[in-house]
């Protein structure tokens, strides 16, 4: 599915729910954020977000755990859905979204480029998808933008809207 296809069912699904988001980006670098807001309509249902490249930032703008990012890092799964957590809290959204991930041409970390965390919160808690990409530092941004869309127009289907 193209980035555009899965804005579109995700905010689409938003306003026919009447229910908001937020993001936070790290790999990504403001990508999610940018392709959600090419759909018409979107005011109705986008919140805004964080771009927190830098790790120290994620603890700051988004409250991930400063002890969570010591001891594992900013590319790992719970760090994800702590990041999806903390911008759906902060901004005030129903839903929020989340991409950490090492995009390259180099590892991070030890951690192999490709290796992408995607998350959605909602107020039932998160869930986490580990994505293992092909490609150059594009493709790889682009797939978890695509990714953490699709994970949301999923989450939005299992669950019931708010009454």
Not at 18 to 24: H, N, S
Not at 41 to 65: E, H, I, M, N, Q
Request: glycine share 10%; hydrophobic share 45%.
């Amino acid at each position: 599915m193209e980035m555009s296809v899965a804005a579109a069912a995700a905010v689409h699904a938003l306003v026919d729910r009447r229910e908001t988001v937020a993001t936070a980006e790290s790999l990504t670098g403001g990508l999610v954020a940018a392709t959600i807001v090419e759909i018409p309509g979107v005011s109705a249902v986008y919140r805004g977000g964080f771009v927190v490249y830098a790790t120290d930032l994620k603890a700051r703008l988004a409250g991930v755990p400063q002890e969570l990012l010591d001891e594992r890092g900013p590319v790992d799964g719970d760090v994800a859905a702590a990041l999806a957590q903390g911008v759906r809290e902060r901004c005030g959204a129903d839903w929020g979204l989340a991409t950490t991930g090492v995009a390259g041409p180099d590892p991070q970390d030890g951690k192999p480029v490709g290796l992408v965390y995607v998350a959605v919160a909602d107020r039932a808690g998160a869930t986490v998808r580990e994505l293992k990409l092909d490609g150059n530092r594009e493709a790889v941004r682009t797939e978890s933008v695509t990714a953490v869309l699709q994970l949301l127009t999923d989450s939005l289907r299992a669950l019931p809207a708010r009454l």
